[in-house]
């Protein structure tokens, strides 16, 4: 199975702003564990339910994982799932796409588009 180049972080409004000044080195959940956790585009919009619920002023990244290398490890987390895990900081440079965080009519988050 081969595995998304994408993967999707998940900002507040504070870290968005550190990330647009230069990099973002995590949030103290990512601090604590010594990476950053990112998020497929299918486990998005569970992340967000399960970690960010009743926060405002989110926002939704998405990272070229090919331009971090070898920082990305993909490790078993929740639900024995594959999630991808940056282990260094986030740049602007990495980030394709940004935007504020957004559902579809069924709920599911929508991705940010390049361009």
Known sequence: MSRPVTAYKVLTADQMTALEAGSFTGAPIDVADGYIHLSTAAQLTETIDKHFVGQPDLWVT?????????????????????????????TLATVIAYSPL???????????VAG
């Open 62 to 90: 998405a990272v070229d994982l090919e331009a971090h290398g070898d920082a990305i490890k993909w490790e078993i987390s929740r639900g024995d799932a594959e999630f991808p895990h940056l282990y260094g900081r986030l």
């Open 102 to 112: 957004e559902r579809d009519d069924d709920g599911s988050v929508r991705l940010p």
